[in-house]
Every structure is written in C-alpha cells, then in structure tokens.
C-alpha cells in the first residue's frame, strides 16, 4: 500500500526552464509534507516543507503547493539550474508519530544546459 | 560539524554472515532512524529510537536488530544476510522541535549480500 507516490520516475528540464515535480497521496491524515534532494553517494537533504494547513510555500527558487482535496502537492522549481539536476523525493508526516516519515519513490531531474 | 556519519560505506557480504552498520550523530538529537533505499523506489523505514533504551520497528523490520545505548550511537544489525537485504541504508536523525522539523540523514551504506 504505497501512501506516497510520485508517478514520474524521471523529468528532463531545459535550464532557467520551470521544473515541476508532482506527488500524490491517500491518507489524509498526514500534517506535514516534505521534498528532500539527493545527489548520487549523498543521502537525502532537506529542501522545503509544508503544513496540511497551508496551500503554498515559498523559498527562493523552491515553492511547493498543497491541494488537500485532490491530495496532491508539486514542487515548482524556478528557474532550473544544471545544480539542481538529482532526484526529488516527496515525504508525508502524521503528528505525534515520532518524525516518522513515508516516502515517494523519487524523481530524477535533469536540468540540461 | 559532522552531523550523521555513517560506517561503512560499502560492504560485501556472504549469505548468511552478519554485520552491524554504524551510525553516529553530533548533533544530541533524541530520535534516530533506519531506512532502506531500493533501486526505484524511496526509503522504508526499518527500526527508529525515540531516545536512548528505546526504539521499535518501522515498516520493515524482519531480518534487523537495534539497540540504542546513548544518544549518539544507533547501529543496526543483520545476523543472517539474505540477498533481500541488498540495498542502501540510511541513518537519519530528528529534533523534537516539533512536527515539520527536517530529519537529517547520513551519507548511506551500500550493502551487497552475494
């Protein structure tokens, strides 16, 4: 039962392009959703986050979106850098769950020059 | 500041051999986890540890063991390898600054069992 999914396993970009990466999940009771980057040998950073209470968040280049009644968040990335090319992983957190996190499967952006 | 430091970061192991991977954080945080990483798919948590002395399973536990004797040491353990345990393990840990609070990972251990 995957309650995080990211059906893209891949997106090609041009650079200073807008990427768009999109996440689907089924459990509505998450609180909190989370993108982290991974680089190849590296292990996952934090990149942005929003509350279940919130419909946008914006950071810089970053904005994440929230349709709590589709159930599906994106990841606006504005514009792409060749840096940003990595995978792109969506994460979903319910309260009181001890940071417990369940994972998208990741999409791996290219950004190309 | 090393923050999560993972050892080793590769191994090669028989069937049926143990190992323990380690896992060593700075940064005094109370929660600690494992996760594997699949080729394709995300990570699945394994064991986490909301302190020193306690910890209990994730998703998928089978075949690990952890202990967490102080606050900055969370190894995990494989006593009999199978190939279903080839993966990518990660080591995460968590401040209790509330929900939202990023976790912060280790650079992996890519584990091959053969």
């Known amino acids: 039962d995957q309650q995080v999914k990211q059906n893209s396993p891949s997106l090609s970009v041009q650079e200073g392009r807008i990427s768009i990466l999109n996440c689907d999940y089924t459990?509505?009771?998450?609180?909190?959703f989370l993108w982290y980057k991974k680089y190849p040998a590296e292990g996952p950073t934090f990149l942005i986050s929003?509350?279940?209470?919130?419909d946008k968040n914006e950071d810089g280049r970053f904005t994440v979106f929230l349709n709590k009644s589709a159930k599906h968040l994106s990841l606006h990335i504005v514009p792409s850098q060749p840096g940003d090319s990595a995978v792109y992983f969506c994460?979903?957190?319910?309260?009181?769950?001890?940071?417990?996190?369940?994972f998208g499967q990741g999409t791996e952006l290219s950004v190309k020059p | 500041n090393a923050g999560v430091t993972q050892t080793p970061k590769f191994r090669i192991l028989k069937i049926g051999q143990s190992m323990t991977l380690q896992c060593t954080q700075d940064?005094?945080?109370?929660?600690m986890y494992w996760y594997r990483q699949d080729p394709g798919m995300g990570l699945k948590l394994i064991y986490y540890?909301?302190?020193?002395?306690?910890?209990d399973k994730g998703e998928v536990p089978n075949g690990y063991n952890v202990s967490r004797s102080t606050t900055e040491d969370f190894p995990l353990r494989l006593e009999l390898a199978a190939p279903s345990q080839t993966s990518v393990y990660f080591c995460?840990?968590?401040?209790?600054?509330?929900?939202?609070?990023?976790?912060?990972f280790g650079d992996g251990t890519r584990l091959s069992i053969l």
């Open positions: 994460a979903a957190e319910k309260y009181n769950q001890g940071g417990k996190l369940i």
């Open positions: 459990n509505s009771m998450f609180d909190y």
């Open positions: 929003i509350s279940s209470i919130k």
């Open positions: 940064m005094n945080h109370n929660y």
């Open positions: 540890s909301v302190g020193a002395g306690i910890t």
């Open positions: 995460a840990t968590y401040s209790t600054g509330g929900v939202g609070q990023p976790q912060h």
